[in-house]
């Protein structure tokens, strides 16, 4: 037994287990899939060629990403006890916990089972259909069966939206889903592996982590940074209403991270595909930030004698712009 | 970077005043500073489920308030009622658990866990199990009972019979001793979707999540299993010296913190003499036999007989389905995992650990999909 007894609040810096799929380099504003780099693979690779990486440690060959991209199209429709429980949750209900819900019933099963790789293929082909199905019911419209045909990208916002996205908004989410598809021992993360170490099956895991996810201190900061972009309305009252704001003790949506000490490699990317998509939105993300120093009135810097990372935009403040310009939920 | 302690044993992960195990003492403390030994004979599961969540045991006053507030939140809501009425009614009870509290908890906008949420997140978990169980019988549910207390309320929906005082006792006692029991796995997982300022549905629903592991809640049921298995006394010997032989872990035996007798499983065994005297002494038999073939294998280690070996024989005693032992254990320990919840939100931060990289070096160039 280690005798490390010492309390390391929120384990910060506690190594918690081994990994081989993503790492964080905080210092250096690194994120690495397997070895790749992200930026190498963010605007290259589909969401399918990532997730093959992150289940099976190296890329697919054309075969094996087809038969990937089979597994998920057959696996996208929700089963018959999936679709009565998502009837049976009110249509203003948390997506989040429309999720956690319905994932959970679309993986019950007889008897426990391992974890393995078809049925995290199987998990992750329902995610779309659940929150589209639910986006539209919530707007009143008519669901959309999934297609085949269509990537993991491009079926999903098929399904929001009724009709096929254009190329480039496919590619803007494809490489949004990239991005996100993995970051060290995040807080959900490491839910879903807490919950695997009891041996339980992959579902329960998954159900943990989005959870976890929800909590605002987490997923839920992209949502509460198109909800503040909304409150400064536009980029000449970016800079008084950040001042106003942080008088009044308001939280910055969108800055400030626990590992990053330099500029989120994620929100690099994702800064400059808003600035080609939506120059507007992007007008109004960037003002308060346009320098590459931040202003000094972030929550953090705030606080004398904190330790905490110098401010710089996490990824979550271009992901919301962005995920606002493909009218996607923004829970997604 | 700080070493790697694989499962974090021995890493402290929070404080907490909920419980404490002292491991080298084999004792059981619930907050305030209780001993379980000395809460047992007093104490029912509602009034230690109050001491969890206050700090102290209720008044009588407080009681009857805790057990009407319960009773007023028994019932499933419409959504919890739809979803469970769609799942297969052979699905296994913790996935049906995980579902309905989770379609139960479902909110429009994210609320900050409170104590309401935790008596009314704990009062629904007999309802579920005691549906779940009649569902899989073909039959049709039974509503609670406001005068009945939880631990009778669990048999009655399962029955839907007046239960027996003595088994009602039995559950009851059971339900006391697992209501708590320091950072296991899951009041961790608990505690860390907490962390991230999510919902009090949402831990409950991780922890029960994590609670469904064979190497955790799902302990209880193996342990029977082995015994079913072993059959009689008589039996005992040549079957663990077989499976021994075969290298297969014996069910019920073994714990990471306790490095004596678990006190939870002390009190069971005692109880489990009258509750199943035919199983009792199959389970003595194994157990003695188990513990000399451990110690002689492993003499350093201290092979203990632990909760789920004991528990698994009373609770066929009180007529508790060996399919329902996990679920039995997640309404228990409900109180403990909202406890914990409630009392991280005084000093919220997000639980991120690090994490050892063990794969190739940053600066691989991906090749185009044709090269590959």
Redesign the interface.
């Known amino acids: 037994m280690s005798t490390n007894t010492s309390y390391v609040p929120g384990l910060e810096g506690i190594v918690a287990s081994q990994t081989a799929i993503s790492m964080v380099d905080g210092a250096n504003g690194r994120l690495v899939y397997q070895g790749y780099v992200i930026a190498d693979l963010a605007e290259e690779m589909s969401f399918e060629e990532v997730a093959f990486l992150l289940w099976e440690g190296r890329l697919p060959t054309r075969a094996e990403l087809e038969a990937l991209s089979l597994e998920l199209a057959a696996n996208r429709t929700l089963t018959q006890a999936a679709n009565i429980a998502l009837d049976a949750l009110p249509s203003e209900t948390d997506p989040m916990d429309v999720l956690r819900s319905v994932v959970s019933v679309q993986g019950v099963e007889h008897r426990l089972a391992k974890p393995t790789v078809p049925l995290a293929i199987h998990a992750a082909a329902s995610f779309p259909t659940i929150l589209a199905m639910f986006h539209r019911r919530q707007l009143g419209l008519e669901p959309i069966q999934p297609r085949r045909d269509l990537s993991h990208a491009a079926n999903y916002l098929y399904m929001l939206n009724g009709k096929e996205s254009s190329p480039e908004i496919v590619r803007a989410l494809n490489t949004y889903l990239v991005l996100l598809a993995d970051h060290g021992m995040n807080a959900s993360t490491f839910a879903a592996r807490v919950i695997a170490s009891t041996e339980s099956d992959l579902i329960s895991a998954l159900v943990g982590a989005i959870g976890a996810l929800k909590g605002p201190a987490h997923g839920g900061a992209p949502a509460a940074v198109i909800e503040q972009l909304e409150l400064i309305g536009t980029a000449d009252k970016a800079e008084q209403w950040m001042r106003d704001a942080r008088k009044r003790k308001v939280k910055f949506m969108g800055f400030g991270h626990r590992i990053y000490r330099v500029y989120d490699p994620r929100a690099k990317i994702l800064k400059e595909m808003c600035r080609r998509m939506n120059p507007k939105f992007y007008d109004l993300a960037t003002r308060p930030t346009s320098s590459s120093t931040p202003p000094g009135c972030c929550r953090r810097s705030a606080c004398p004698g904190s330790s905490s990372p110098p401010p710089s935009p996490s990824h979550a403040s271009p992901a919301g712009a962005l995920m606002c310009s493909n009218r996607a939920p923004t829970t997604a | ?5 694989p ?9 907490t005043a909920v419980s404490e195990v002292d491991g080298a003492n084999g004792r059981l403390m619930y907050r305030g500073g209780y001993l379980i030994e000395d809460l047992v004979p007093v104490a029912t599961y509602e009034e230690v489920a109050y001491l969890l969540w206050h700090g102290e045991l209720p008044t009588e006053k407080e009681l009857e308030a805790l057990r009407r507030q319960m009773a007023a939140a028994r019932k499933l809501n ?2 919890a ?3 469970l ?4 009614s ?3 009870p ?3 658990l ?2 309905v509290v ?2 139960q ?6 609320a900050k866990p409170t104590l309401d949420e935790a008596i009314a997140l704990t009062a629904i978990f007999p309802t579920i199990l005691g549906a779940t169980w009649r569902r899989r019988q073909g039959k049709d549910p039974v509503e609670p009972q406001d005068d009945l207390s939880h631990a009778a309320n669990v048999l009655w929906m399962m029955e839907g019979k007046e239960p027996e005082p003595d088994k009602v006792h039995l559950v009851d006692t059971y339900l006391v001793l697992l209501a708590d029991h320091g950072l296991n ?2 009041t ?2 608990a505690r ?8 009090l ?3 409950v ?2 922890a ?11 302990a209880t049921l193996a342990a029977r299993n082995m015994l079913d298995k072993i059959g009689s006394a008589d039996n005992a010997e040549k079957w663990l010296t077989e499976a021994h032989a075969r290298h297969d872990r014996f069910s019920g035996f073994g714990h990471r913190v306790y490095r004596t007798y678990d006190p939870r499983a002390k009190i069971l065994r005692e109880m489990a003499k009258t509750a199943a005297p035919d199983l009792y002494k199959t389970a003595a038999k194994t157990e003695e036999v188990a513990l000399k073939i451990l110690h002689e294998a492993h003499p350093e280690r201290p092979n203990a007989t632990n909760v789920d070996f004991w528990a698994s024989v009373v609770l066929t005693g009180a007529g508790i389905p060996k399919e329902l032992f996990t679920t039995l254990f997640a309404t228990s320990r409900v109180s403990g995992w909202t406890a914990h919840v409630l009392e991280s939100l005084s ?21 185009q ?2 090269k ?1």
């Open positions: 970077m700080a070493e790697f302690s499962g974090l044993e021995g890493v402290v992960a929070a404080e419409a959504s009622r739809g979803t009425a769609a799942m297969d052979q699905t296994d913790m996935d049906v995980r579902t989770s379609a908890g479902a909110a429009k906008a994210l796995a899951s961790f997982a860390v979707v907490a962390s991230t300022g999510s919902d549905t949402s831990c629903v991780g029960v999540a994590a609670l469904k592991g064979p190497a955790h809640g799902g000093d919220l931060r997000i639980i991120r650990p690090a994490s050892r990289w063990i794969g190739p070096q940053p600066g691989k160039k991906p090749l999909l044709a590959r």
